[in-house]
């Protein structure tokens, strides 16, 4: 069964940084993509990065571009999210994905860390 393990959530002032986890295990093929998504109180989730697995290459949204930073540790089974400068419209629940290679979309979804950010 796969299991994705999130870390490093908490409460940080506005202009603060904080570097979230996700420890993946239990997949039985290769990782294609791992990513990150937030949900906000009362809105839709929604998408903020997202890595390769093979290669490495990131993608950003708009919002989060220049200030957050994704990377992986293949040999961990790991991607991490460092978050800088950070904003109050950053607050959310921030969930891990995995999508697994050979299939098309986002399967496996972590529990949600929570990240507040003050003003």
């Not at 040999?75 to 904003?87: G, I």
């Not at 860390?113 to 003003?119: A, D, F, G, L, R």
Request: a neutral charge; one cysteine or more; proline letters at 3%.
């Amino acid at each position: 069964q796969v299991q994705l393990v999130e870390s490093g959530g908490g409460l940080v002032q506005a202009g603060g940084s904080l570097r979230l986890s996700c420890a993946a295990s239990g997949h039985t093929s290769v990782p294609f993509l791992m990513g990150w998504f937030r949900q906000a109180p009362g809105k839709e989730r929604e998408f903020v990065s997202e890595i390769i697995w093979s290669d490495g290459i990131p993608v950003y949204s708009g919002s989060v571009k220049g200030r957050f930073t994704i990377s992986r540790d293949n040999a961990k089974n790991t991607v991490y999210l460092q978050m800088n400068t950070l904003k109050p419209e950053d607050t959310a629940v921030y969930y891990c994905a995995l999508q697994l290679a050979g299939t098309a979309t986002y399967q496996h979804w972590g529990q949600g860390t929570q990240v507040t950010v003050s003003s």
